[in-house]
């Protein structure tokens, strides 16, 4: 179950929504960042959060059939912090097309989790308005490519913030459901 899987690793959730929020933070604190800085501040945050999720799919993949879908999102943001540190010269329009691709495939993935997820544990709501959150910050930012991704740190700091501030909650969740999981086994074998 994909529940179990989070439950297990709701640790990694929990340091995703830290890193998130430690991210947009950084942004709003440096209001005059350079073009060069926010390239390698979100290409260690997007190889952060998907190294986060391959280690999160692979210590589940023996327990559930769709680990794979927390596969591609971890690779997903891996390759892109990889790209991100082989180009720190882009341009801001192509750091924010970056953004935007990465924003919304791992928004899509996450709806799929939560989709899947439904059936198994409350609180799945959560994620699923992460995956919007980030679909619809990629779709912003494709629609108005012109402004430059200096124009958008407001918009990448509030996202990252919120996102984190979701994935915290639903850290928390998965750890009261593997308490749960836990106790009735143990009522169980009592």
């Known amino acids: 179950m994909l529940s179990t899987i989070l439950a297990r690793y709701w640790w990694m959730i929990l340091l995703r929504g830290i890193l998130a929020i ?3 933070l950084l942004v709003f604190a440096w209001p005059g960042i350079t073009l060069l800085s926010l390239v390698f501040l979100f290409g260690f945050y997007a190889l952060a959060d998907g190294i986060a999720n391959v280690v999160t799919a ?7 059939e769709h680990w794979w879908v927390l596969l591609l999102l971890g690779i997903a943001g891996v390759a892109l912090g990889i790209l991100t540190f082989l180009n720190p010269g882009l341009t801001a329009l192509a750091l924010l097309f970056y953004i935007a691709v990465w924003a919304i495939v791992t928004g899509v993935l996450q709806i799929v989790a939560a989709i899947r997820l439904r059936r ?17 910050l990629g779709l912003l930012l494709l629609a108005r490519p012109g402004e430059g991704a200096l124009a958008v740190l407001w918009i990448i700091g509030f996202y990252a913030i919120l996102f984190g501030v979701v994935l915290l ?4 969740r ?5 308490r749960d999981v836990r106790q009735v086994s143990a009522n169980f074998r009592a």
């Open 169 to 172: 909650i639903l850290a928390f």
């Open 58 to 64: 692979i210590g589940g993949r023996g327990e559930q």
């Open 120 to 136: 198994e544990i409350e609180g799945e709501f959560w994620l699923a308005l992460a995956g919007a959150a980030s679909v619809g």
């Open 174 to 178: 998965a750890r009261a459901f593997a």
């Open 22 to 24: 430690l991210f947009g």
